[in-house]
């Protein structure tokens, strides 16, 4: 969670320091080094999280099939940076496309070193990496954004973020790779990373077009609008439940053999997951026009209704990635990759219409595809974990009944004359009653919930405590 807070603190004060217009061009070449960064993974890193019975071939053999990848593609990006530029027509995206290039191979040589950490469930590990990368990439952002350097600050952030990323797995995983490579290991990982591949490409398809049109459609600053409010909900979706969501995948897959322990888990994630997104993202939508101008200022008001419809997007986000998780732990990878490919083709089809109407046209287009894929995900899930649909239903229905009375509240306080205040004041009111209502309604309609969220509390509590008063062992001298 540090690592997600810590970006959303750098993402706050680069919006401050860098017009929107930058952010706008740095869009197009995120989602070609995004694409990259797909194909140099391959589906290898979920591959060696699933699979039960893992050689050090199969991890050699991945490592170096992600470094020659990824000196392919950095290659193929800096040839092919003019091309792209021209027909964006945008001078300046070349050289920025030929620098953030060099991430994709930078991010290639710590590929198969974070999954063997998610595999052993090193998720202390994987935080710090998160939070050094994040820290050190923000500050180098930050001053060169303080320098007026504009987007060669985020184009900065990222290279930075990717070197600390690599020596930090590096320095905490054992493994390092021998110079050999086994074509019948490389076919072992393959078939099954092959469906998570095709999953992440069209993932980034479906998610990311907008990114990768907008600029050449719309705009730059328009673009830019649309790139922060995006990255501002993925980001609150990791820091909600980042932590839980990276240990689906191990945890599932230990459970793959015990239907009725996977069964428990994953319910138990999304009773969880469902209690602390929906109330979030409900009052993210309806604070939001309080909220943008507090974090990033008055030039990006336009963005505002962007964040309240992506919402909802954050909001299925969260939901398919555990659902997802199960149905690949269960060996089931093609199947999420069929629901992502509807959805996808449903988003790039309401793209090309709705696109001439502006960027809030867009952002109800991916909110809606987003919420007709996610009952698909339950449906396939359902179908090899067989659940309790009127058990489901509670789960999710009971915090929907708690929103729609927090979001009632929150909306009749905003008419309100107390809040007719100044802006920090009328969010941090807005801010606590939403709690509040939230808070009551869930201890009414709730209860065991409550009671959950009080007991993890506690046991974190304890641990902590149980930490701090350990004594550290003596050194042991050689």
Known sequence: MGGQLTQFVVLTILAWLIAPEAFGLLAPAMVFVGIGQVFVEGGFNKAIIQRKDLEDLH???AFWTSVCVGILLTATIAALATPIARLYNMPELAPILRWLGLAIFIGSLGMTQMGILQRQMRFKSLAVRNLCAQLVG??????????????????????????????????ASDFRPSFNFSKKHFHDLFSFGANVLGINLLYMASLRTPDLLIPMLLGKQAAGYYFLAFRLVSVFSQ???????????????????????????????????????????AGLAVAAPLFI???????????????????????????????????????????????VLVGTVFNIISFLIVYKYGIYAIAIAMACSSLVAMPLSFWALNRILPLNKVHLAMLLG???????????????????????????????????????????????IDRPIVNEFWSMGTMLLKKTRHDKSSPTPPAVSQ
Not at 141 to 155: C, E, N, P, Q, T
Not at 267 to 280: E, N
Not at 429 to 436: A, D, H, L, P, R
């Open 59 to 61: 991890l050699s053999t």
């Open 138 to 171: 923000g500050t180098v952002a930050v001053i060169f954004a303080s320098l007026g350097k504009g987007v060669w600050s985020l184009v900065a952030l990222q290279l930075t973020a990717r070197s600390v990323e690599v020596v930090i797995v590096w320095t």
């Open 239 to 281: 820091v909600l439940v980042g932590a839980l969501s990276s240990t689906a995948l191990p945890t599932f897959s230990k459970l793959q053999h015990e239907p009725e322990r996977l069964r428990r888990a994953y319910l138990m994630a999304i009773r969880i997951s469902s209690a602390v997104a929906l109330p979030f993202f």
């Open 293 to 339: 101008p507090v974090l990033w200022g008055p030039k990006w008001e336009p963005a505002i209704a962007v964040v309240q419809i992506l919402s909802l997007l954050g909001i299925s986000q969260v939901l398919t990635r555990f659902t997802d998780a199960a149905v690949m732990a269960l060996g089931k990878p093609s199947w999420p990759l069929k629901i």
């Open 398 to 444: 009971r915090p929907l009944v708690c929103v729609g009375i927090m979001a009632g509240v929150l909306i009749f306080a905003k008419q309100t004359p107390l809040l007719e205040m100044n802006r920090y004041v009328n969010l941090a009111m807005i801010s606590i009653i939403g709690v509040v209502a939230y808070g009551l309604s869930l201890l009414v």
